[in-house]
């Protein structure tokens, strides 16, 4: 005889007469504490769906469009507030020179390239599941910061003990706006557009 699975029985469930007689058997089998609590049951047993998987670890057009936002684009080299030759879409590295000019496709293929390098790194570096906003928000913060601080930050410590996502969110992303003489207005807003865009899914 084939093993008979109580799913089995739910799937099946019409609210026939018989069927009905086997769900009152079943919750006289209930436990006192969750018979007299009727939101027990649900809150003990109700399970709650995964998060969607990012689309094929790629950030979003919305994702993209905060990083460009943020970023800006610039087709003529110039030295960014951090001290560091950059063009594009904040792209940086030893391609990149002074006089150096470049089309608007051209940034596009390097902002293309930047940002599988960051989504990779946040892959790497992340062990939960994120949704897309979730990852799109973690590689804008990585993108501004370097996956080195991603790696290293509280946040992802957090994250990976398994602790409440939005919360590791609205803590410790806002940690993260000081330039040399304290809070740097454009990466409060930065941060605030990041945690809102993980936790609910708005940008802009």
């Not at 993260?176 to 304290?182: A, I, P, Q, T």
């Amino acid at each position: 005889m084939p093993d008979i699975r109580l799913i089995d029985f739910f799937v099946h469930y019409k609210g026939t007469a018989e069927q009905q007689e086997a769900v009152q058997l079943l919750q006289s089998a209930m436990p006192e504490t969750l018979k007299r609590d009727k939101s027990a049951w649900v809150v003990k047993y109700r399970e709650k769906p995964p998060a969607a998987p990012p689309t094929e670890g790629k950030t979003s057009a919305k994702g993209r469009q905060l990083i460009s936002d943020f970023e800006g684009c610039r087709l003529d080299a110039y030295i960014c507030p951090a001290g560091v030759v950059t063009i594009g879409v904040g792209h940086t590295g030893p391609d990149v020179h002074m006089g150096q000019h470049i089309s608007q496709a051209e940034a596009d293929s390097l902002l293309a390239k930047d940002l599988q390098r960051f989504e990779e790194a946040v892959d790497r570096i992340i062990n939960v599941p994120f949704n897309q906003d979730e990852f799109d928000a973690t590689v804008s913060f990585a993108f501004n910061t370097g996956e080195g601080a991603l790696a290293g930050s509280t946040f992802t410590r957090r994250i990976n003990a398994g602790e409440d996502k939005p919360t590791c969110f609205k803590q410790e992303f806002p940690k993260w706006v000081n330039g040399s003489n304290g809070p740097l207005p454009g990466l409060v807003r930065r941060r605030d557009a990041e945690v809102k865009l993980a936790v609910n899914g708005q940008y802009p």
